[in-house]
């Protein structure tokens, strides 16, 4: 079907492919889950029924559940096969089970596995040609006796012809195989062969489309596929189009928003090229099996928007939707501005429109709403009256099609232009991620651009967890002539931590708690949030105990207690403390021993003068060489090694600096053996170093 718009200096046509959309099997698959659903039933699909995230996400809301194998079926749940199919094993899973089936397999499909069935069953070897991942391959293989091979391609086919060549062989193909491959598999099969079968079993679904979008790519000066990102037959439309002209590959015609600048800059340069004659530009629109109607409908109308927006000067039928908002219409034109009344809501993607003409009104959901996660019954009810625009007339079809977004977005702009003017934070939701950023939709319905660099998140992160988030952003930028905004969250952002710094600084003083997230560790300290403003947590700070690096003892993404050390007002450092006073193992050490309690300690270090031993965690003591033994030692190591438990006397404990002396001679002598002399030493505690205690104990 071909339509165009008729503008003052330049024409061009839009033309949507013969076959493009949901095949049968697809349709037909889709239509059998929702009336499952609206009969009441509980409902599982095996894996999504239809490559679209929207369509799946509708049947999802509706409450249909995806599983991923038959022993996830809930008692009584209905499962619905999709049009892929599957193994014959699955069908008896099922049978045992006894949940209710309803089976969408394709008739195509079946047929394979009719073929599959018998040609196995006469005992010829069956070779099949697809992708061996592919769950319709693999439910096509579980119809056979265990003679099936997969082969992707021509070169396998040949590897396993030159391998072993069976005597009675049968040859089929995965519905969506590409014919040109087939053709060639054909070939390579040696022509005398006795006893071999060939079904070609591939779809004219896929075949058509692909044919259909070779030959309007061959005569478009640039095409759009619509269909989800891993439809497989999508992907063979969009190779099949790159061949012959620039093609974009889309999944939701919102991305075209994000598009809107390639594509016309594309369709600029096809209508310079110099030997060009014709001054028609030729724009084609295509899409994979998987993709519904009402998204094909979306696309053309987006593209409509770009070329009469960005390429062409508005004639005197585009109509200033502000000149004619008092008028009354008799005849409906593009641009009008028209009352009309909800007549149906047609399920979850058009409400039809009474507009008391001829023709008949309708709105998809995207011109609604931007807001993809209501439904039309969100939004309106039968008798509603709405404010519309009129954004296409088509006589042939006698149908008009209306949006209530952009009358909404109209109104909207007033505010977005206030808001740019005053440099007023909006609130809105973030409803798609779009090449280049995100769009977010305001409260009174307006599309805003927000590039990536303004959304607040590093670089390299996925804009995508800020889908559906209510996000506050400012206006940066407006072309009032083409009612585009983009705003930024960054921007807001900043000013919400330059605030929340000025607060901080204002009121923080030393000693001030905080409950904070560590966001950095370096060699020498922990950057903590604490909320707006970072602060550094020195390494030494964060424990008791030696620790060699901040890492040790916290990671990125905790959050600890932290307490102001100091403050600097001027060069806005600020230093933090996070271990506690009272947590301090000295403190609590004087607190519970005292010279001459007997201890047990546990060998931690040997040293030429001695060995250090623990009495509790972080507090080591030091027993002196002449005070390892009743007998004269010369080397510590014939006496104690680390890990050792000894049971000593606390000779001493200094204080001041810390170091605690310790005896085994001593204790040996109070629990009762003769001969013991006491000379305490003085040691260290632990922070002191080795070279330090060596010339205190001498
Ligand atoms: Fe059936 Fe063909 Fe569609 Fe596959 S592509 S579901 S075989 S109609």
Redesign the pocket.
């Known amino acids: 079907m071909r339509g165009g718009g008729a503008v003052s200096a330049i024409r061009y046509t839009l033309t949507t492919a013969k076959s493009a959309g949901f095949?049968?099997?697809?349709d037909r698959?889709v239509k059998l889950v929702y009336e499952a659903l609206s009969a009441g039933k509980q409902v599982a699909t095996l894996g999504p029924v239809v490559h679209n995230d929207a369509v799946v996400g509708d049947l999802l809301e509706k409450g249909a559940r995806i599983i991923s194998q038959v022993s996830e079926l809930r008692e009584g749940e209905t499962l619905i096969i999709r049009?892929?199919g599957v193994s014959r094993a699955v069908y008896e899973e099922l049978r045992q089970r006894g949940n209710p089936v309803i089976d969408a397999t394709?008739?195509?499909?079946e047929r394979i596995h009719r073929i599959v069935e018998e040609q196995s069953a006469a005992g010829r070897e069956v070779f099949i040609a697809g992708d061996p991942d592919h769950p319709?391959v693999q439910g096509i293989v579980g119809f056979g006796t265990g003679n099936c091979t997969v082969f992707r391609d021509e070169t396998e086919l040949k590897y396993l012809i030159d391998r072993t060549l069976p005597k009675r062989l049968a040859l089929t193909a995965q519905?969506?195989y590409n014919k040109i491959s087939w053709a060639d598999c054909i070939k390579a099969l040696p022509a005398d062969h006795p006893d071999l079968q060939i079904f070609d079993t591939i779809?004219?679904?896929?075949a058509a489309r692909q044919s259909d979008a070779d030959a309007l790519s061959r005569e478009s000066d640039l095409m759009i596929v619509a269909g989800g990102r891993h439809s497989s037959?999508t992907l063979k439309l969009v190779d099949v189009c790159r061949r012959n002209c620039p093609t974009w590959h889309i999944d939701d015609a919102r991305e075209m928003f994000g598009l809107a600048d390639e594509i016309s800059a594309a369709a600029r340069e096809a209508l310079a090229k110099p030997q060009r004659s014709d001054p028609v530009l030729h724009i084609g629109i295509t899409a994979g099996?998987s993709t519904p109607a009402h998204i094909i409908k979306e696309v053309q109308t987006y593209m409509s928007e770009i070329i009469d927006t960005n390429i062409t000067t508005p004639d005197s039928e585009d109509v200033s939707f502000v000149d004619e908002l008092e008028k009354t219409f008799k005849k409906i034109r593009k641009g009008d501005r028209v009352k009309g009344i909800v007549a149906s809501i047609s399920g979850n993607s058009e409400v039809m429109v009474d507009l008391g003409a001829k023709q008949t009104g309708y709105i998809t959901l995207s011109e609604l709403t931007s807001d993809t996660s209501k439904k039309p019954s969100d939004l309106v009810a039968v008798g509603d009256e709405l404010d519309l625009v009129v954004i296409q007339v088509n006589d042939a079809e006698g149908t008009v099609q209306l949006s209530k977004r952009r009358v909404d977005e109209m109104i909207g702009f007033e505010t977005i232009l206030k808001a740019k003017e005053e440099g007023t934070v909006l609130e809105g939701t973030i409803v798609s991620v779009v090449k280049g950023g995100l769009i977010a939709v305001t409260t009174d319905g307006v599309n805003v651009f927000i590039p990536a660099s303004h959304s607040g998140l590093r670089r390299d992160a996925d804009l995508n967890v800020l889908l559906k988030q209510t996000v506050r952003f400012k206006i940066i930028d407006v072309n009032e002539q083409r009612r585009r905004a983009v705003g930024s969250i960054r921007e807001v952002a900043d000013a919400d931590r330059k605030a929340a710094e000025e607060r901080f600084w204002a009121t923080a003083k030393v000693g001030d708690v905080f409950t904070g997230e560590v966001k950095s560790l370096t060699n020498y300290g922990a950057f903590v949030d604490l909320g707006g403003i970072d602060g550094m947590v020195h390494v030494s700070e964060l424990s008791w105990s030696r620790i060699h690096q901040p890492s040790d003892v916290v990671a990125v993404g905790d959050t600890i207690e932290v307490y102001i050390k100091a403050l600097n007002p001027e060069t806005r450092r600020i230093s933090l403390g996070h271990r506690r006073p009272e947590d301090n193992p000295w403190v609590k050490f004087v607190q519970n021993y005292a010279v001459g309690d007997i201890v047990d300690a546990t060998i931690v270090s040997i040293t030429a003068f001695g060995a250090f031993a623990r009495i509790t965690d972080g507090i080591d003591g030091l027993i002196h060489i002449s005070q390892l033994s009743e007998q004269r030692v010369t080397n510590v190591k014939d006496v104690v090694k680390a890990g050792d438990t000894v049971t000593v006397k606390i000779t001493a404990i200094d204080e001041e600096k810390k170091r605690i002396s310790l005896s085994i001679r001593a204790a040996l002598e109070e629990l009762g053996t003769e001969n013991a002399e006491t000379e305490s030493e003085e040691v260290v505690y632990s922070d002191e170093t080795p070279a330090d205690d060596a010339s205190d104990a001498e």
């Open positions: 095949c049968f099997g697809v698959a049009a892929h394709c008739p195509f499909v319709e519905t969506t779809c004219n679904a896929t037959n099996a």
